[in-house]
């Protein structure tokens, strides 16, 4: 996926989290703001715009998870242990889970083969990780007893 795309993609990630700031603003200031009684308040227009806004948000939602969950198990960058795992975190907790999962594998970029991450343990040069031992120490390798010590 080329950087537009990507950007795209992470709006609409972010679009839900919003749209929920938006929306409890919406309610609290309607609640607190509004003039005359309870029992004669009109039916704002803005209740029609926040009902689209809503709909919208919420097909974007279920839209946005189907992609996830789709991609999820089509990118080969997360780990064959860890699909049916994001697949189960984005399904419960799509709104946070979501903008995390695009970070991690959509937006970074991976990385150039031979050239590890920082940290990576499963590098090509992995005799960097591995401790180096001495001949004086390969000889003093431990050797176990002819008999069995005796307990009594």
Known sequence: MEKPGKMVLGAATLWPFVY???????IISSILFMPGEPSTRAFPVFFAVIFVLHIFTMLLTMGLTIFFIVD???NVRVDKDKKV????VIFLGNMIAM????????????????????GQLN????SAWTTNTSSAQA??????????PDWR
């Open 72 to 74: 999820v198990f089509k």
């Open 85 to 88: 795992l994001w697949a189960i």
């Open 99 to 118: 903008p995390i999962y695009w970070y991690l594998y959509i937006w970074k970029e991976p990385a150039v083969a031979g050239t590890p991450l920082p």
């Open 20 to 26: 929920m700031l938006i929306f409890f603003g919406f």
């Open 123 to 126: 590098s090509a040069n992995s």
């Open 139 to 148: 000889e003093h390798q431990y050797v176990p007893p002819r008999e069995p």
